[in-house]
């Protein structure tokens, strides 16, 4: 069946750094991917998407680009701020549906 | 515009008892979904609702089921709690076009302890 992997957490980093957040999926057929972000004490938030390969979602300075000769779709960003605290979660969606498949998630830690 | 809403936000129960949660869609939203998510864990699929129907079920137990009423709104229950139970159960809803959802948004979910 559809799986997601993601790197393993907690990532913690300064301020301005760089950040990427590895994924890679095992899917049937053209899946549609997702990154999401959970601020503690909430529901998860759509972060960007991509629907089909060589497709690169963006929002608010976080990117990825669907890959799918490798299979993945790492989150990446040039200069994180403490405000991007959160568990980030990739999930990609089949083909003939919006049944959601969600990697663990990545705990991320900013600091000032 | 209010976006998915669920009620509880929190509660407490009892193994072996029941539980009733509820979600409201975000307005203009058909389908809602349910999803379990354990402590450190991801979002575990449950089952999908659309037209007052089961449109889709995860790997969960007869245990956990649901419905959807007319105005969209959806209720899962969940018999003879375990204390596996445990977790945030996540709503989300989306509109169902053409056999493929837009885009799901999630409410703040219901925290369910079962001790």
């Keep these: ?112 | 515009d209010a976006g998915v809403t669920q009620s509880p936000t929190h509660l407490i129960k009892t193994r072996g008892q029941q539980v009733t949660l509820r979600c409201s869609p975000k307005s203009g939203h058909d389908t809602v979904s349910w999803y379990q998510q354990a402590l450190g864990q991801g979002p575990q699929f449950i089952f999908q609702y659309y037209e007052e129907e089961e449109r889709q079920r995860g790997n969960f137990p007869d245990r956990f089921s649901g419905h959807q009423f007319p105005n969209y709104s959806s209720e899962l229950n969940v018999n003879a709690l375990l204390l596996g139970d445990s977790a945030l159960y996540l709503c989300a809803s989306s509109l169902l076009t053409g056999g493929s959802d837009t885009e799901a948004f999630f409410g703040q979910g219901t925290r369910l302890t079962v001790v």
């Excluded at chain 1, 913690?12 to 760089?18: I, K, P, Q, Y």
């Excluded at chain 1, 909430?42 to 690169?56: F, I, R, Y």
């Excluded at chain 1, 680009?65 to 991007?84: A, I, M, N, P």
Aim: charged content about 20%; some cysteine; glycine content about 10%.
């Design chain 1, 1 to 112: 069946g559809n799986s997601v992997t993601q790197m393993e957490g907690p990532v913690t980093l300064s301020e301005e750094a760089f950040l990427t957040i590895n994924c890679t999926y095992t899917a049937t057929g053209y899946p549609s991917l997702f990154w999401y972000v959970q601020y503690p004490g909430e529901g998860l938030q759509l972060l960007l998407k991509a629907t089909k390969a060589d497709d690169k979602g963006s929002n608010k300075g976080f990117e990825a680009t669907y890959r799918k000769e490798t299979t993945s779709f790492h989150l990446e960003k040039g200069s994180v701020q403490v405000s991007d605290s959160a568990v980030y979660f990739c999930a990609l969606s089949g083909q003939y549906g919006n049944k959601l498949v969600f990697g663990a998630g990545t705990i991320l830690r900013v600091k000032s």
